[in-house]
């Protein structure tokens, strides 16, 4: 088969080292890709909603399967467009339509999904500019803190949460009287603060059947202890020590059977990956939100904990008979830590010189923000790499994954050198 991956960042890079091992695999592309995914097939350069370019792309390498990354082109209609073009029409898209993709790009219609077919979620209301003074009233209904939720994509910015009710009440005016963040906000989902821990559950779907994939947990913030702004993510570990055999039999029960009946019940024709991100709230897991895709950086230990044939899994996505397939899991520990640039995820530079060491360490490089500069690999993003390793336990794992940060060499590198403390034993 011949495939082609959408996207450049950590994500994209596991899935093209993952698809790259398949027997099944021809030729692999990645459109745009980056310095690393250039080692397991070909980039492409385009960008990813020109989807009059991915036509010409698909028609000229004769793509025979086509796996998106990223949220965006998903929201925007990629498989839709795929499904109604002549040429295009039979070739499989991995990752939801329109109408499946709305999950992640609409908040308040996820928690109309939620509510409708009976998934555990916090209890919410919905506002708009003529709505304010009722949406300020229900906040003072609430306890604090307030959690105020643009409801369209907002960069991963989009959720406020706040401890003082006045500030809540004018953060929600400034939403929406003020489009604080854009059209993303003409809609504010406010709901109850869920407390607990969070963790994030995978599920590959056809639309009828589906497979649970190793659940993960990310580090949002920057800082250590998770202090300071939010990131795309700074590292993850799969498996998660307290979602154990019976939270994810009640994940199962609870949450994915009735979110993938949901589908069906509404007619959504779902094929791809459901990102389900859950809080534990003493023992009891709700959903805080779906995302339509994998995440980033947690399919970095979620798909090296597979060892099954990845493209041989979505095969059976795209021929819908993913109950003919199994799912291998290594009961191995993965950790990745991220390298960032230096002020992200404020501003940062691009462009620095990269310089990688691994002899001797079986840790798995997966390239974010990289890019060639005259042959050489330099930064070109926040997210730099994500280094992946394996260990009998956390501490195991995650050793490796800093000895090889110590490895890598560019002006302004960072990372968090807590990742996994708060879940080891
Ligand atoms: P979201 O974009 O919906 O994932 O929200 C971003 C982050 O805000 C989540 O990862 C949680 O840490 C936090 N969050 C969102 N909703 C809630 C909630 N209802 N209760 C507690 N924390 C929340
Ligand atoms: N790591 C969180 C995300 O991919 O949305």
Sequence with gaps: MNVLILGSGGREHAFAWKIAQSKQLQNLYIAPGNAGTANCGTNISLALNDFDAIKNLVWEKNIDMVVVGPEDPLVNGIHDYFLQDEVLKDIPVIGPKKDGAILEG??????????????????????????????????????????????????????????????????????????????????????????????????????????????????????????????????????????????????????????????????IDYRGFVFIGLMNCNGDPYVIEYNCRMGDPETEVVLPRIQSDLLDLLQGVAQQNLNEKSIEVTPDTATTVVLVSGGYPGDYEKGKKIDIQSAGSDTLIFHS??????????????????????GKSISEAVTKSFRQAEQIHYEGKYYRKDIGRDLMS
């Excluded at 939620?114 to 916090?122: E, Q, V």
């Excluded at 500019?129 to 910015?157: H, I, M, R, W």
């Excluded at 056809?206 to 993510?233: C, F, M, Q, S, V």
């Design 106 to 267: 609409s908040k308040d219609f996820s928690k109309q999904f939620m509510i409708r077919h009976g998934i555990p979620t916090a209890r919410y209301q919905s506002f708009t500019s003529e709505t304010l003074k009722q949406g300020q009233a229900f906040l003072a209904t609430l306890n604090p803190p307030f959690v105020l939720k643009a409801d369209g994509l907002a960069a991963g910015k989009g959720v406020l949460i706040l401890d003082n009710l006045k500030e809540a009440q004018q953060e929600l005016e400034a939403m929406l009287v003020n489009a604080k963040f854009g059209k993303a906000s003409a809609t504010v989902v406010v709901e109850e603060f869920l407390k607990g821990i969070e963790l994030s559950v995978f599920v590959l779907t056809d639309g009828k059947h589906y497979k649970i994939l190793p659940a993960a947990k990310d580090y949002k913030r920057i800082g250590e202890g998770d202090t300071g702004l939010n990131t795309g993510g700074m590292g993850a570990v799969s498996p998660v020590p307290f979602a154990d055999e019976d939270f994810i039999k009640k994940v199962e029960e609870r949450i994915v059977k009735p979110t993938i009946d949901g589908f069906v019940k509404d007619k």
């Design 369 to 390: 923000g990289t890019s060639f500069s005259q042959e050489h690999v330099v930064t070109n993003g926040g997210r730099v790499f994500a280094l992946t390793s394996f």
